[in-house]
C-alpha cells in the first residue's frame, strides 16, 4: 500500500501559477506510475496528468495541455503538477494517486491508492 500527502494547493488569480506536490511512502516509488485527477462541486472525478514509472512518458487532459507539467523525483519520493495559465474552470480538489503499474492510465480504476486532496480555487 502507497501513502500519499498533497501540499501547494490555494486561492490564485485567473492567469496564475501554482505547483502542487505529492509525497509518497510505501511501495518503491519508482516502480509505478504516479497521476493527477480532480474533482469539482458535483461533478466526477477526472483525469489531468499521468507520468510513468521513469518518467519518461507522460499523458495530458486536453483540458489542460500546454498550461500543465507533471514531473517526478524519484529519489525524492515526490511527484509534481505545475499548473500556469489557470482559468476558473480549473477549480477543484486535485488528487495525486499512484497506479497499479508502471503506466498509468486515464481511468480512476486504474490507480489504487489516493491521497487525501488539495482544493485549488482559481478566481476570475
Known amino acids: 500500500q502507497v501513502q500519499l500527502v498533497e501540499s501547494g494547493g490555494g486561492l490564485v488569480q485567473a492567469g496564475g501559477s501554482l505547483r502542487l506536490s505529492c509525497a509518497a511512502s510505501?511501495?518503491?516509488?519508482?516502480?509505478?506510475?504516479m497521476g493527477w485527477f480532480r474533482q469539482a462541486p458535483g461533478k466526477e472525478r477526472e483525469f489531468v496528468a499521468a507520468?510513468?514509472?521513469?518518467?519518461?512518458?507522460?499523458d495530458y487532459a486536453d483540458s489542460v495541455k500546454g498550461r500543465f507539467t507533471i514531473s517526478r523525483d524519484n529519489a525524492h519520493n515526490t511527484v509534481f503538477l505545475q499548473m500556469n495559465s489557470l482559468k476558473p474552470t480549473d477549480t477543484a480538489v486535485y488528487y495525486c494517486?499512484?497506479?497499479?503499474?508502471?503506466?498509468?492510465?486515464?481511468?480512476?480504476?486504474?490507480?489504487?491508492?489516493w491521497g487525501q486532496g488539495t482544493q485549488v480555487t482559481v478566481s476570475s
Open positions: 507520468i510513468n514509472w521513469t518518467g519518461a512518458s507522460r
Open positions: 494517486a499512484a497506479a497499479r503499474g508502471k503506466y498509468g492510465g486515464r481511468s480512476v480504476a486504474d490507480y489504487s491508492s
Open positions: 510505501g511501495r518503491t516509488f519508482s516502480s509505478y506510475a
